[in-house]
């Protein structure tokens, strides 16, 4: 309360007339017209204390009321006294009459009447349009500073553009068009509610402008979505002379950043230094925010280093950089010093923290963040709801994830978005699907994120069919050209084969994605379509398209899927000018690129390129030296991963186990399945068909049947290796048998299940059952036959001497024949010697591998079983003039874990003075039970008598009889030859196995030879 002592007019108190009440409000308005401001009334600055003692009554002193103070800024309206007003306004305050509707009326008169709308909007909270309409109806001319406050004032209010223009006319009626006092409010106000054109008329429009207006136009220009006319803007003032602000840089520099155009960022920069503004804070949250986004996250820290002054903006931030690029510690330390400046983080950075959290599975630090996001009041807030939803998926278990979901109230299509992803991860599809159709029910409408969400669970756990059905609501809800959405389609059905579908949605694509893209080329080349992988690789390079990392890698390993070294070397130089040279996906591909290729050296030498090698690196190694053929190397390869400690992995193993079985290394074999049972993935189904394979091809049947017999799981693979092993061995009644077993089981036969089947019977000699089965492809299985099950019919009719029928049959094929027919049928001639039939087959297998030594041989041999001997050397001598060279025969041996290698009359083995000796004795011990030397069948009389006898023993004898020397009497001997072995050989072996009571076991290019008693599992039909 104010005391309003008897000395309230200058002058001994006098008494109110006490007629009435209603004649006080009179009596004082009178006494207050006439008087000055100056001098019209005293207030005692001194406060009474005892004003609330009731009963102290003091005759001489009266307390103001609400009437009393509303007659006083009557009387101040009147006289226009604003310095007495503002007294009197701090005193009501003190009073606590501040809330009282009519004084607030009062006050704000008496501010409106002197002028002082920005006082009276921003102390009073009355409306500044009401305000100036009482202003102009009471004939109160406004000037320049009045509007400016005005428009200062409107910017925080709800304006729309009618009513603004309204105001603009009457600053223009005014006379205030054109200054910039009035202007420069007007032109921020315009583009803080969007109307960025008419903004840019009034700038446009004015003759004189200051730095304030440019800021203005640039500001709002830059808030507006007009970043590259900003920035321009910026330069145009920067060449008028116009003495930039700190708040202009801040805006310019925003503008780069929204554009990522940083490169000029970086320039204005340099001027910030130049100008002297690098010290202000604002400045330096706009570039620690610029320098964020391009991930120069080394120069954001160091400008916030440097700041003198951090703020909340400052710390949010950086956080917010560091989190997004996956620095989650760096991002949760500059949370603890942000918290020990005691600044608060915005729900932006909040989120940033939470994010970064469940990336590192920080989840007791997230837990203290929910805390405050709850008593900030944040959790309402979409992106914090959906970030802690995120944290609880990736750091706590589903349920408690589901949990949270559950309590949210808003309707976020976020949080629905998040919880299908982690069900997702788990291949959860019912869950998944439960989820889908549930946030429809409860009218949430899935959106772009929503689909790619639920279509990979479809594709991760195969189920197609449902993925078709999301895709047609993706068409009916209007996202079938969403880019996003495309890309993880065309994912889908890439992975599952349905390439032409694919294919035809990249296809309607009008933007130019390179996830898309790299996806449908992935995609070939996971099927192993790698001429089509390459065709989509150069035309996205030919739509201007850049290739990511992925594009690349598969773009290299469908190089390495046809040994495309030329164009394997072009798309690694590509890789490196896009600055891919250091990327792990990359390395791999090209390691397994030249690997696969044969060149050993630049294969090691793009994997030690590679800083942090993982198990894919090495086994691109491994996988590709055994599927050059470089057996040996890969084998290496898998025994310094030992040594390094590296973990092998079920696709090492299968590759180790492959370059084992090829190198006929049964021992190595064997160790590399003790460390797959040691690490139990001996139960896996494809470590029990390569241990299959492995035994197969290393003689070791028995081992093979019975890996095959434990399997709990058999598929499709598991037969075809077992059936394609007792083809291998002979075992013809075996394999036709496990044939009709494999149909019984319900698992269908494939195209290496014909394969098998038709070359038993061709080893077997049956014919017409082998017919039956080819029948049965087309008719039963709906298989079209390929190349290699027509080669394995014209064997099947070859064997049996039917050369006439076998080319008849050749002729009536659908498809062109391929060398491989004609071989098969060159090789038979050579058995039944018959020089018409194999003549027209050396005639196309020439044309078809003019630099194969193959053909030449097989016809030279066919000419000299059939007496021929001027064609054998005509033979001889055009593949002597075409630089073509025979490959050399060569056999191998493993004794004690060493593989020993002969050729043709080889002398360059250590003990070969030993192993020539002992095989005069094994001749010997043979010509008596019968054996008769058949070395001459290639030679003509003459070549008979001049040819030295010791270069004629083929490398299987050496082979063999170096084993008998070294091995103990109870260990088979196995022997590998890379071509075909000779009668006389095969006749050699036979009675061998019979004088030394040993099992012989030769592995040639065609199939197993088991030897043993005298006799041969082949039962010479070879």
């Known amino acids: 309360m104010i005391l309003l002592r008897a000395s309230f007019f200058n002058t001994p108190f006098q008494s109110f007339p006490l007629k009435s009440s209603t004649n006080l409000p009179k009596y004082l308005c009178r006494k207050l017209t006439g008087l000055r401001s100056a001098a019209s009334f005293f207030i005692n600055e001194e406060e009474d204390e005892g004003v609330n003692n009731n009963n102290n009554n003091n005759s001489g002193q009266i307390y103001a009321n609400h009437q009393t103070y509303c007659w006083l800024l009557e009387g101040y309206l009147s006289s226009g006294s604003l310095t007495d007003a503002k007294k009197l306004h701090g005193r009501i305050l003190k009073a606590g009459f501040d809330r009282d509707n009519a004084i607030r ?23 500044v349009l009401g305000l100036l309409s009482k202003m102009l109806a009471d004939n109160v001319d406004p000037d320049e500073v009045t509007f400016a406050n005005v428009l200062r004032a409107l910017s925080g209010d709800r304006i729309d553009y009618h009513e603004l223009k309204q105001i603009h006319a009457k600053i223009v009626r005014h006379g205030f068009g054109t ?7 007007l032109i921020d106000l315009y583009a803080k509610k969007g109307f960025i054109d008419t903004a840019r008329n009034v700038f446009q429009g004015l003759t004189m402008r200051d730095n304030v207006t440019w800021v203005a136009m640039i500001s709002g220009l830059s808030q507006n979505g007009h970043e590259e006319e900003s920035i321009l803007l910026f330069c145009k003032m920067h060449d008028s002379g116009i003495l930039p602000t700190p708040y202009v840089f801040s805006s310019v520099i925003s503008s780069c950043t929204k554009i990522s155009s940083f490169k000029v960022g970086e320039q204005l920069h340099a001027l910030i230094h130049k100008w002297g503004m690098s010290s202000e804070t604002f400045v330096c949250n706009a570039l620690v925010t610029l320098y964020s986004r391009c991930g120069d996250l080394v120069s954001a820290e160091q400008i916030f280093s440097k700041m003198e002054h951090r703020d909340g903006v400052s710390y949010n931030t950086l956080i917010s950089g560091l989190a997004q690029k996956g620095l989650s510690e760096k991002a949760l330390q500059l949370y603890e010093s942000m918290q020990s400046d005691m600044l608060k983080p915005d729900s932006v950075t909040v989120a940033s923290l939470l994010s970064a959290c469940a990336s590192i599975g920080a989840f007791s630090k997230g837990l203290q963040l929910h805390s405050y996001a709850i008593k900030a009041g944040m959790c309402a807030d979409i992106i914090i709801e959906g970030s802690l939803l995120d944290l609880y998926v990736k750091c706590s278990d589903v349920k408690t994830a589901h949990d949270f979901f559950l309590t949210t109230e808003t309707e976020n299509v976020v949080l629905w978005n998040v919880m299908l992803v982690a069900y997702g991860q788990l291949g959860d599809l019912n869950e998944s699907l439960k989820i889908f159709s549930q946030m429809q029910i409860n009218g949430m409408r899935p959106n772009q994120y929503t689909y790619p969400s639920i279509l990979r669970t479809c594709t991760v756990v195969g189920a197609l069919d449902l993925g078709e059905q999301i895709h047609s609501q993706v068409v009916k809800t209007g996202f079938q050209l969403n880019v996003y959405v495309c890309s993880v389609l065309i994912d889908m059905y890439s992975k599952h084969g349905d390439l032409y579908t694919a294919q035809k949605i990249l296809s309607r694509l009008n933007e130019k994605d390179v996830v898309s893209w790299t996806a449908m080329i992935a995609g070939y080349a996971q099927h192993d379509l790698f001429n089509e992988a390459l065709k989509t690789f150069e035309e996205m390079i030919h739509k201007g398209i850049q290739s990511d990392n992925i594009g690349f890698s598969s773009a290299l390993s469908a190089c390495a899927g046809i040994q495309a070294i030329h164009q394997g070397r072009q798309i690694h130089a590509q890789s490196v000018v896009c600055g891919y040279s250091s990327d792990l996906s990359i390395g791999n ?9 044969g060149l050993i050296t630049e294969a090691y030498l793009a994997f030690e390129k590679i800083h942090v090698k993982d198990n894919v690196s ?24 030992n ?25 190595q074999g064997k160790q590399i399945h003790g460390r797959m049972i040691k690490t139990g993935y001996n139960l896996e189904p494809e470590a029990s068909n390569v241990l299959i394979t492995l035994y197969s091809k290393c003689g070791s049947l028995d081992d093979a049947k019975s890996e095959f017999l434990e399997m709990t799981d058999k598929n499709q693979i598991s037969w075809n290796a077992m059936i394609t092993g007792y083809s291998q061995h002979g075992c013809g009644d075996e394999a036709i048998k496990l044939f009709e077993e494999m149909k019984q089981s319900g698992c269908t036969p494939n195209y290496v299940t014909f394969v098998g089947v038709l070359t038993t019977c061709s080893h077997v000699r049956l014919v017409d059952k082998g017919l039956e089965y080819f029948k049965s492809m087309s008719q039963d299985y709906g298989l079209v036959p390929r190349a290699e099950h027509y080669a394995c019919v014209v064997d099947i009719l070859g064997r049996a001497g039917l050369l006439t029928r076998a080319l008849e049959f050749i002729k009536s094929m659908p498809i062109e024949p391929d060398s491989m027919v004609w071989r098969t049928l060159l090789s038979a001639c050579i058995v039944h010697k018959n020089k018409e039939v194999g003549e027209i087959s050396a005639k196309h297998l020439l044309e078809l591998e003019p630099e194969d030594s193959a053909t030449y041989v097989l016809l030279s041999n066919m000419y000299a079983v059939s007496g021929k001997w001027d064609d054998r050397n005509r033979t001889r001598k055009l593949m002597k003039n075409r630089g073509v060279k025979k490959v050399p025969g060569q056999s191998w041996i493993e004794i004690k874990n060493t593989v020993h290698a002969f050729f043709v009359g080889d002398r360059l083995h250590p003990l070969a003075d030993e192993i020539y000796e002992y095989l005069d004795v094994i001749n010997k011990r043979a010509a008596e039970i019968g054996y008769v030397q058949d070395r001459y069948s290639l030679l003509n009389d003459l070549e008979q008598e001049q040819k030295d006898p010791s270069t004629c023993i083929h490398s299987e004898k050496l082979a063999i009889t170096f084993g008998l020397l070294t091995l103990s009497n109870n260990i088979p001997l196995r022997v590998m030859k890379n071509l075909r072995v000779c009668n006389d050989c095969h006749n050699w072996i036979k009675f061998v196995s019979k004088i030394c009571n040993r099992e012989i076991i030769v592995r040639d290019s065609y199939r197993f030879h088991h030897f043993g008693g005298g006799i041969c599992s082949c039962k010479d039909h070879w």
């Open 643 to 667: 040594e390094f400690g590296v973990e092998a992995n079920l696709f090492t193993y299968g590759s180790a186990v492959s370059a084992a079985a090829n190198t006929t290394n049964i021992t």
């Open 618 to 641: 090495w086994n691109a190694l491994v996988s590709g030296f055994a599927q050059s053929g470089n057996y040996e190397e890969s084998l290496k390869v898998f025994s310094k991963m």
């Open 105 to 127: 009326s009062r006050l704000a008169e008496v501010y409106v009447a002197q002028g002082d709308l920005g006082y009276a909007c921003q102390g009073l909270g009355v409306s």
């Open 179 to 185: 200054n910039y006092v009035v202007c420069n409010p």
């Open 589 to 597: 591909a090209l390691v397994c690129l030249y690997a696969r290729c």
